[in-house]
């Protein structure tokens, strides 16, 4: 016999009655940020919201091609820290900022520099421009980095006073450790970069 939480139909109905999947509220194109304020979803703060859902989901993606643990295990950190920085893009009056699971800082961007440099022990230096692609982790991360680059050309849009320092610093770290996890997905998969 099933036991209760076992069961996906019970479960379904649980989950649904706490988070409901659609609400009718953005059947007219406005959606609400953090502060209770509704906007149009073109508006540039949903917008830049977007691009970093749009990361995510690139991520989703790269674990999805298949990486191995340690690279997995980053990735998972980064969609954790992705969810944060999109609540405080979601947040104008930067409410929210002060809990501790939306805040990201100087050691999240240290963490990925950590990663960063430790990843290129295992790679050749770079001669010149490399091409895009390789195994589909590879490509997937790719992917992932030239949609980073999108969202941190939006989150600067939003102006210098709209997010905090960190904010930026943060997505610019991490399109820089997904170039370097494509080329080390590569590498470990014997794949051979083609350059330019």
Known sequence: MRRREDDPIIAARHYNRYVKIYTRTGDFGETGLLDGQRVLKTESRVDACGEVDEVNACLGLLLGAGVERDLADMVL???????????????????????????????????LEGWIDRLEGELEPLRQFILPGG??????????????????????????????????????????????????????????????
């Open 77 to 111: 950190q980064i969609q954790r820290e992705l969810f944060s920085l999109g609540a405080s893009l979601a947040d104008p009056t930067s409410r929210a900022s002060g809990h501790a699971k939306v805040t990201l800082n100087e050691i999240d961007v240290r963490r």
């Open 135 to 196: 195994c589909p982790a590879a490509a997937a991360s790719h992917l992932a980095r030239a949609v980073c680059r999108r969202a941190e050309r939006r989150i600067v849009g939003l102006g210098r006073d709209a997010t905090a320092s960190v904010v930026l610093a943060y997505v610019n770290r991490l399109s820089d450790l997904l170039f370097v996890l494509a080329r080390v997905a590569n590498v470990r998969a014997g794949v051979t970069e083609h350059e330019w």
